[in-house]
């Protein structure tokens, strides 16, 4: 039977796996490769500023997750935001007519994440970079000097497609196959703090066929303050542009801010790249569980590439995990 788990990271998915995996009873850690859990539920905070510079808000259409969203509510931990929403498309600005509700993690977009990591064993500062097979057991190792991090029964990879590939595409060709057909695009991020107040008539903004695809106030979301705004690249731009400079980015998204009669003269601006920010396999399979070796997947690329779906796909892989436990038994 299953006793010990290993979770490879501690974004939403491998958060959900963990969790569910400890209801049944299972002895599980996680391994984390940044500071804090969360992964693409980011924020971003210095000094003077701070705002989420990742994923932007969620929604919930699967019964599963809209429980656990209100779970989430009932620990402060999230909030509904209900932004001025606009579109820009054919070079015009229209009001937005999407009724949907949309949520953020309160007062930041990592909180959720936080909430969830509290009852767990994480280890951060944790970057896995071999799994060696010994017996019927998992050895992870971690870092330039290959530290052995213990023993383990099964092992999930809650981590993008491209970093599952480099860890486990030569230990099995199912999981080759799965990774490489799976395609994940760049996301630049510039956030421009003012000063001052300033004035917009949106709280966000959709903007299609052009280099920028959102525009966000982080200080129209539920407890935070400030003027901050985070302005996403499109995935293909992103993708295309994915080797340039900081500063190279910056200069050709200001370019397509002026030209949207967005300005952000005056403010203090700040990139990210995010090399694995969106997409996924074309037809989602939810998560990967090969129980013969004692491996599984789980991510939003398995599943629809959203904060909903990489919350179910750990869900789904644990409840798997538990289903193969039982019937081998
Ligand atoms: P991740 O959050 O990427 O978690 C993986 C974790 O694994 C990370 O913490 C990473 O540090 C860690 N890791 C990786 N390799 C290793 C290793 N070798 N060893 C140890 N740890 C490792 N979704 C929405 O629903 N709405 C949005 O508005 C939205 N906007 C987005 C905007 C941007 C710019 C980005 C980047 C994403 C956005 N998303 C949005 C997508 C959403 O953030 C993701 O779907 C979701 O957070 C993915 O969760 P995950 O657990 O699958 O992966
Ligand atoms: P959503 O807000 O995108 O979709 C709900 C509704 O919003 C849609 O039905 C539509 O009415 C409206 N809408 C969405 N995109 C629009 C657009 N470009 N123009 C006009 N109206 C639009 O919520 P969701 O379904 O949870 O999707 C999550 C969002 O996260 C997507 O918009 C996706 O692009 C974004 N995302 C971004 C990245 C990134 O790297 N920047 C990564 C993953 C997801």
Request: aromatic share 8%; proline share 4%.
């Amino acid at each position: 039977a299953i006793q010990k788990v290993a979770v490879i990271g501690a974004g939403i998915a491998g958060l959900s796996c963990a969790k569910a995996l400890q209801a049944l009873g299972m002895s599980v850690d996680i391994f984390e490769k940044s500071r804090g859990p969360s992964g693409r539920m980011s924020t971003r905070r210095t000094q003077d500023w701070s705002a989420d510079h990742g994923a932007q808000y969620f929604t919930a259409r699967d019964p599963r997750f809209i429980q656990e969203v209100q779970s989430w509510i009932q620990a402060s931990t999230a909030d509904i935001w209900m932004p001025k929403l606009k579109v820009y498309e054919n070079k015009a600005w229209r009001d937005s007519s999407s009724p949907d509700v949309r949520y953020v993690g309160i007062p930041n977009m990592n909180s959720p994440g936080k909430y969830l990591a509290e009852s767990m064993s994480i280890q951060y500062e944790k970057t896995i970079s071999r799994l060696e097979r010994k017996g019927d057991q998992w050895s992870l190792r971690c870092g330039e000097e290959d530290e052995i991090l213990g023993l383990y029964d099964f092992v999930v990879l809650a981590i993008p497609a491209p970093q599952a590939s480099a860890l486990a595409n030569d230990l099995d060709a199912r999981v080759a196959t799965i990774t490489t057909s799976a395609q994940m695009q760049a996301c630049w991020t510039m956030m421009a703090h003012f000063p001052k107040q300033t004035m917009t008539d949106f709280d966000a903004a959709f903007i299609n066929q052009e280099i920028i695809s959102w525009i966000c106030q982080n200080g129209s979301k539920p407890m935070r303050q400030g003027q901050t705004w985070t302005i996403h690249g499109n995935p293909n731009w992103s993708q295309e542009h994915v080797e340039l400079s900081k500063e190279e980015a910056q200069e050709q998204m200001l370019a397509c801010l002026t030209r949207l009669g967005v300005h952000c003269q005056d403010s203090e601006i700040s990139m990210h790249r995010w090399r694995y920010a969106s997409g996924g396999l074309e037809n989602a399979i939810g998560y990967l569980s090969l129980p013969d070796i004692g491996l599984g997947l789980c991510g939003d690329w398995l599943h629809g590439g959203r904060v909903e779906g990489a919350w179910l796909s750990g869900l789904e892989l644990a409840s798997e995990i538990n289903r193969s436990t039982q019937s081998s038994i």
